[in-house]
């Protein structure tokens, strides 16, 4: 599995990173969503470099231009619910994408830290012979990701899947690495130090989908 990490070079990539994971930003949910969204739009251009394109022709009013089109459609999924907002900011640079949105949360069964991932929702497109962009904004332990990717292959079988992942651990990325295809891509706007004991990233931001959408009980 090919990662591409995204922060290798500066650009305003940087600034959204840092408030997003600022204590100080955090009371502003509207700001954390919008720049889960603003990350969403960078990853998905940066992304879109690497897909393939084919001629075309589009007729102006005044005459016919040879263009580059996606070659293959787009299918952007996201997990539930922390991926909505980083699943609209791939929608606004591919704007006709079909679309995927998969549930997966962690269940304490006693109340400790251990989990098991809980797959409950999902509707999804056929995914034949397309480009598969699955968003979630954090890779912790990988296993939701590893849960969704297995529920989405059997929505059938995609030209190519790019994974995308705002803040990633390392031990996310090394359970990728050893449950999901080679030929999977993988895209990471800031590469963190760990995990904690609870299975947080260190120091990460805290929980995505509650700073997008509040505490749940
Ligand atoms: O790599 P993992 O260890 O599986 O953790 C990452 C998952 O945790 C977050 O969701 P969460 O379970 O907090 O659900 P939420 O979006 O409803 O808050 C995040 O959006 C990922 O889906
Ligand atoms: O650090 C983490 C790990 C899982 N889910 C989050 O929202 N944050
Ligand atoms: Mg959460």
Redesign the pocket.
């Known amino acids: 599995m090919h990662v591409h990490h995204l922060s290798d070079t500066d650009s305003a990539l940087h600034q959204y990173l840092a408030e997003i994971r600022d204590v100080a930003v955090h009371g502003d949910r509207l700001r954390f969503r919008r720049n889960i969204e603003r990350i969403g739009e960078v990853m998905a251009y940066e992304i879109s470099k690497a897909l393939p394109y084919a001629a075309a022709e589009v007729t102006t009013p005044l005459g016919v231009k040879a263009v580059r089109r996606l070659r293959d459609p787009i299918v952007v999924c996201s997990i539930l619910r922390?991926g909505l907002p980083l699943h609209t900011g791939f929608l606004n640079v591919f704007d006709a994408a079909d679309n995927g949105f998969i549930s997966a949360y962690r269940h304490h069964p006693d109340g400790g830290a251990d989990f098991e991932i809980r797959v409950e929702y999902q509707a999804v497109a056929d995914l034949d012979g397309k480009t598969v962009l699955l968003v979630d904004?954090?890779l912790?332990t990988g296993q939701s990701l590893v849960a969704a990717y297995r529920r989405l292959m059997e929505r059938g079988k995609p030209a190519a899947v790019h994974i995308a992942a705002v803040?990633a651990a390392p031990e996310g990325i090394a359970h990728l690495r050893e449950h999901l295809p080679a030929d999977c891509r993988l895209w990471v706007a800031a590469l963190d130090e760990r995990l904690d004991a609870r299975?947080?990233?260190v120091p990460?931001?805290?929980?995505?989908?509650?700073l997008a959408f509040g505490d749940k009980r």
Request: hydrophobic residues 45%; proline residues 7%; negative net charge.
């Open positions: 922390a904004p954090m912790a803040i299975s947080y990233i990460g931001l805290g929980d995505a989908g509650d």
